[in-house]
């Protein structure tokens, strides 16, 4: 599976759209792109996943670019409850389950 | 409700003990998956199962070791050769979602155990 980087912090003011990227170059053609946040302490949560059209549903919204080589995750209107950390992850499938990894995710700080 | 429960929420146990984390799913997922997650780093994977009766090593597996007897379940075992056994473990599921409309599909998490070894 592919690798992803993403920077490994950012911040945000409250009420403004978050957006964090992710960079997947080596994707292949039947990897999907998968979000993921971790809240302190907690379990990650699923959040939105893409294959190569844009997605969008009551989180976030997710932008692939053309070439599938990077994506964006936003979060449209942050609140001090979106601080998290982040993971973009890519994989093929269920097949492959053990061939994904999370790395160390961007942590995204909303402010006040 | 439907979801992945891990129990308990803390553990402490003495070096040289072996401990069994438990993790218990109702979604009817396929796919079950053991992770390790240290302060400030990301996750890494220890094992996984994606059917009863059959479960491979992820990038950690040394000093653990791991059951799938029942769909449903999915206990790790932290054996004494685990050099650095105290850590965050997460347990997650997910369902075969190809069998039947071909997309991806997501990981559900539970909320972890935290596990203290002195």
């Known amino acids: ?30 990897e999907y792109v998968y979000w993921y946040r971790q809240i302190h302490s907690q379990g990650p949560q699923y959040i939105i996943h893409g294959l190569k059209n844009n997605e969008t549903n009551e989180m976030a919204s997710l932008i692939i670019t053309e070439d599938r080589k990077s994506s964006t995750l936003i979060l449209p209107h942050a609140t001090l409850r979106d601080t998290a950390v982040y993971y973009c992850i890519v994989r093929v499938g269920f097949y492959n389950a053990g061939k994904s990894t999370f790395g160390d ?6 402010k006040p | 409700d439907g979801g992945i429960t891990q129990s308990p929420k803390y553990l402490f146990r003495k070096e040289g003990q072996n401990v069994t984390l438990s993790c218990e799913q109702n979604l009817n997922h ?6 390790r997650q240290d302060p400030g780093q990301g996750l890494r994977l220890i094992y996984y199962s994606q059917i009863v ?7 950690i597996a040394e000093g653990y070791s791991v059951s799938r007897e029942k769909k449903e379940s999915f206990p790790l075992t932290v054996t004494s050769a685990q050099k650095n056994p105290t850590a965050f473990y997460l347990c997650a599921s997910s369902a075969d979602r190809e069998k039947t409309s071909g997309r991806g599909y997501e990981q559900y998490f539970g909320p972890g155990t935290r596990l203290t070894v002195t």
């Open chain 1, 1 to 30: 599976d592919a690798k992803t980087t993403q920077p490994p912090s950012m911040d945000c003011a409250e009420g403004r759209a978050a957006n964090l990227p992710c960079n997947h170059s080596t994707i292949s053609g039947n």
């Open chain 2, 30 to 35: 396929d796919a079950m998956y053991w992770y």
């Open chain 2, 53 to 59: 009766n059959d479960f491979q090593k992820g990038d």
């Open chain 1, 105 to 110: 995710g961007t942590t995204l700080t909303v």
